[in-house]
């Protein structure tokens, strides 16, 4: 800031202006281009130019720049004095501080309300980062669900009009022209015998770890080998084709290997039954409507599997203490 | 509002089609009628990645649930999965196929309920880090794709759309297996089409006949200036029929971010619109009959001329 004095004392620091931009520091336009003129003096001042400012071409510029400064300010007191009359004759008509206070505020509020409102549009609508905020993407655990708009014909709305006889669309304000397809039956036909003939391709219907032997009844060419690092698929399995299907289609009940999980464990117990502490979690397991409920809803199933766990748990620290 | 200031909207659209004809306010509320018999079981492919299946499949599907079809969304890209994110359902995913397989849940609870639209079910194949059991081959989906048509006999669902992994790998192999119909999706450039045409073939020889395309990513200005292929191009090279044409559009991203299918954009984009025209499409068993295309030579307005020479 000193620099700005010894760069130009009489030009820029002219006490007008100094004077004037203390007093009417309300005006942002003119406080940014007064700041804006203080900034160019100091990187002048800086390249050594300060001490000769009658031969400086860049003199003109700033003299410029001055004067357009001075110019939106010179404007700015006109207005203010076109103002100062009308605001004195509200003054006296309405002869109330009161009532004026009121206005202003009222329309501050509208202000603050509009601003808030738009805000929130604005975050509707705005599929930014913040949305992935909101979706647990990125921290912070907060879900809603986005507007979504009602049903429409995507062929004839506000946005989208066809005009047949033309052969235009007016889509988005934009109108375009309709070039129809040309493709024929015979055209297909033709890509089909090309593709057929470039492509003889059968799809593997069996899927073997790779160095696996073919089992005698499975056609080589409907292999699929899948290496045993495939990232994503796997050949191995713990279960025969029966159960695989009677797992798919079930309907209702039980799961196959909760039901399985919950028999082998209710042996354990009556293996167990004896021991008067682990009779009492009997009795609650033995309970049936859990499980013969015909619709187990998911936070159900995860409740009764957490209880397993933890009776799980319970028997092996009794086993250790027995 | 930056998709109506678009200026490489694209569209596709019908001609000489009954439903735009009559009166617009009836028209509104026209519903497309059914084609063909339900279920319809179609499989979105592509052979190259990236080249928007997981979009357009989620795009359908909310299409085809708000126009009030039962439509269950199979994630079949066991690997990258990624289309319970697009629908915003990736914190409501306890179970998956996977789990079903190995008797942890029934069909019915790995089935995940859309909120927006109660017909509308998501199902993963498997967890992301964990491998997909494939021991029975193709009979893996093949099952579970049966039990899901008769899951509910009382509404039984109408549309099932599996969402296919990029590559014909066993990914690949393992998601057609189940499908009648295929929508083969491509960008209209030369590497996208030799695998587009690679993945037709293959599909063709499996008995699907019925593959239509949608061209993605379509740029008109582009278009327009020869440096891309238009989808009058691309169906040509492809000899296949026209499905939908859907413009480049800044608000996939957005819609991505938000978790909400483009097609439920309220505004609406150009891309969510023209996708909502495949939709309509694909129910009602039709293709593109004409493709809109900018103006090569608008007739240029007395006294703007200045404005285009300064690009405005
Ligand atoms: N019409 C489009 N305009 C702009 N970006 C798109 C469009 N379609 C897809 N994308 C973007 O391309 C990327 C890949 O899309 P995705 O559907 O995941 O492809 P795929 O499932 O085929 O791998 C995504 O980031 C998506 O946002
Ligand atoms: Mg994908």
Known sequence: ?322 | MPSLVLPTAYFSTKLSHRHHSTIPSATHSRRPHLAGDPPRTVVITSGKGGVGKTTATANLSASLARLGFRVTSIDADAGLRNLDLLLGLENRIHYTASEVFSGECRLDQALVRDRRFNNLRLLCLSKPRSKLPLSFGSKTITYLVDALKTLEPLNPVQFILIDCPAGVDAGFVTAIAPADEAILVTTPDITALRDADRVAGLLECDGIKDIKIIVNRVRADLVRGEDMMSPLDVQEMLGLPLLGAIPEDAEVIRSTNRGSPLVLNDPPAPAGIAFEQAAWRLVEGDTMTAVALEEADRPAKKGFGWFSFFGL
């Open chain 1, 1 to 322: 800031m000193a620099s700005i004095p010894t760069a130009l004392p009489t030009k820029i620091g002219e006490a007008s202006i100094w004077k004037s931009r203390h007093v009417w520091l309300g005006s942002q336009n003119l406080a940014w281009n007064c700041r804006r003129l203080r900034w160019h003096f100091v990187i002048r001042s800086s390249n050594g130019n300060s001490s000769d400012s009658s031969k400086n071409p860049l003199v003109p510029v700033e003299k410029n720049l001055r004067e357009s400064c001075q110019g939106s300010f010179g404007s700015l007191k006109a207005t203010v004095h076109v103002l100062l009359p009308v605001v004195t004759s509200v003054r006296t008509r309405f002869c109330s501080k009161f009532a004026m206070m009121v206005y202003v505020t009222f329309a501050i509020f509208i202000i603050i309300a509009r601003k808030i409102m738009l805000k929130r549009e604005n975050h509707v609508n705005q599929g930014s980062i913040a949305d992935l905020v909101r979706r647990g993407q990125l921290k912070s655990n907060r879900r809603g669900i986005a507007k979504t708009s009602l049903y429409d014909n995507p062929f004839n709305n506000a946005f989208v009009k066809i005009d047949e006889e033309n052969s235009t669309a007016q889509m988005f304000g934009k109108v375009y022209r309709l070039a129809p397809t040309t493709l024929t039956k015979e055209q297909q036909l033709t890509h089909q015998e090309r593709r057929a003939q470039a492509y003889q391709w059968k799809r593997p219907k069996v899927f073997l770890k790779e160095g696996d032997p073919i089992p005698p009844d499975v056609d080589p060419d409907l292999v699929r080998w899948i290496p045993p690092n495939h990232p994503f698929a796997s050949t191995s399995s713990d279960i025969n084709e029966e159960s695989f299907k009677n797992n798919v289609y079930q309907k209702d009940g039980v799961p196959f290997r909760v039901r399985a999980e919950h028999e082998a464990l209710q042996k354990k117990l009556e293996a167990l039954q004896d021991e008067p502490k682990i009779k009492e979690l009997a009795v609650n397991l033995k309970n049936p409507e859990e499980f013969e409920e015909p619709k187990l809803q998911q936070i159900e199933l995860n409740e009764t599997k957490k209880a397993d766990e933890k009776i799980d748990k319970g028997l092996k620290s009794s086993n250790e203490k027995s």
